[in-house]
């Protein structure tokens, strides 16, 4: 009996290792064990000959790379949130559906965040190298040493409350924050009650009254430099700024210049504008106390036990082989599908190969990136 061909999947960076395997399980798939960055010239050899390419932030999928896929490729399954590193329209032009992993990152981001905002208030940074840059040097407590500012009653603005920015709203008003945000339109009438936020259609508005200012948005062609000179210049001195969401949303030179000049109390910041490169003007004020920088460092290697204890995998989408087309008219929409490319009988599903169908409604291949111990019974 002739064995079954699995589809050919490239994964570009090391993830973790119960997706790796899940991974090895359904798929042909070549690993990146060494973790080191693909090459351009690594990649277009990938998508020449791969079913299903698999990428992270770190990636850059532009269209002259999507251009060079062979006719098999069918589908890019992004290991991140967001999609800003792939041109989701050269994809769907050449017929390939681009799917990210939404539901991922969403606490782990969300605990960082929450991290930075009182990190920078409070001075952990700083706090923590008083111990470690000078070991012994310790003169013991002081009422009115290194005191910080607290967070308690203070208003955080938010910018962008999607699942993000709603998660950060959750554990800010648990620390007796004021919520406020601003978003393309209104979050749900309950959200709203329960967070008792309050929603400002100017963006303008809102930074010039909130206390911290949160960057949770996507990373588009309409978020780059949102926060600008002339908006950083709306803050109050003795506000602070987190972004955890993509560097370019911030004009990080402005952010430096305000920094430098005390324009602004501190920054607490995950991302930056030319990542991996971190300005040495940011390290320096980083020493001096100004900032907190981590280097992109949400990610959770303890997030999927605890999805699965708490809503079980009956609820998570899985991911099944098939030979029957008839299956493949049967499905619905592909969950976290950006540009949904292809179609199959008229049902918006993907098919692989002959012999792999992602085909219960509302599932994607990515249901393994997000979530490899649900689709055991793949």
């Known amino acids: 009996m002739t064995a079954k061909k699995k589809p050919k999947v490239y994964i570009t960076r090391k993830l973790p290792d119960a997706v790796e395997t899940r991974m090895r399980e359904l798929f042909d798939a070549e690993l990146n064990i060494d973790d080191a960055p693909r090459s351009v010239p690594e990649l ?25 896929a062979g006719p098999q490729m069918k589908l890019i399954a992004s290991f991140s949130n967001g999609t800003d590193h792939i041109d989701v329209e050269a994809a769907a032009r050449k ?10 990152l969403t606490e782990d981001t969300a605990d960082m ?12 940074g700083e706090g923590a190298r008083v111990l470690t840059d000078k070991p012994g040097e310790w003169a013991g407590w002081s009422p009115t040493w290194m005191l910080g500012r607290r967070i308690h009653g203070k208003r955080i603005g938010i910018v962008g409350m999607g699942r993000i920015g709603t ?15 601003h978003n393309r339109k209104r979050v ?91 300005n040495p003007k940011l390290v320096k004020l980083a020493n001096e106390g100004k900032v907190v920088l981590l280097p992109h460092m949400k990610l959770g290697d303890d997030r999927r036990p605890h999805r699965h204890g708490r809503q079980g995998h009956h609820q998570h989408p899985h991911l099944h082989r098939r030979s029957q087309a008839a299956e493949s008219r049967a499905a619905g929409p592909l969950k976290n599908a950006v540009n949904q490319a292809t179609q199959i009988g008229g049902a918006r599903t993907l098919r692989i190969s ?25």
């Not at 965040?113 to 990190?119: F, K, Q, Y």
């Not at 002959?354 to 793949?378: D, H, I, R, Y």
């Open 44 to 68: 277009i050899a990938a998508v020449k000959t791969a079913d299903v390419l698999v990428p992270t932030v770190t990636d850059r999928i532009d269209a002259a790379l999507i251009e060079q």
């Open 95 to 104: 017929g390939i559906t681009v799917t990210n992993t939404p539901n991922v």
């Open 113 to 124: 965040t929450m991290a930075l905002i009182l990190s920078v208030p409070r001075r952990l």
């Open 167 to 181: 998660a950060v709203a959750r554990r800010a008003k648990a620390f007796g924050l004021s919520i406020h945000y």
């Open 188 to 278: 749900n009438p309950a959200v709203e009650d329960e967070l008792e936020a309050t929603y400002w259609e100017s963006l303008d508005q809102m930074l010039a009254r909130v206390d911290i200012v949160s960057i949770n948005c996507p990373s588009t062609p309409a978020t780059f430099h949102l926060i600008s000179a002339r908006r950083l210049a709306l803050l109050q001195p003795t506000a602070y700024l987190v972004n955890t969401a993509r560097g370019d949303v911030v004009d990080e030179a402005a952010l430096i210049k305000c920094l430098r000049e005390g324009r602004i109390a501190g920054a607490g910041l995950d991302v930056f504008e030319n990542e991996p490169a971190v």
């Open 354 to 378: 002959t012999n792999v169908v992602l085909a219960k409604p509302g599932c994607a291949f990515s249901a393994v990136l997000e979530n490899p111990q649900a689709a055991k019974t793949a």
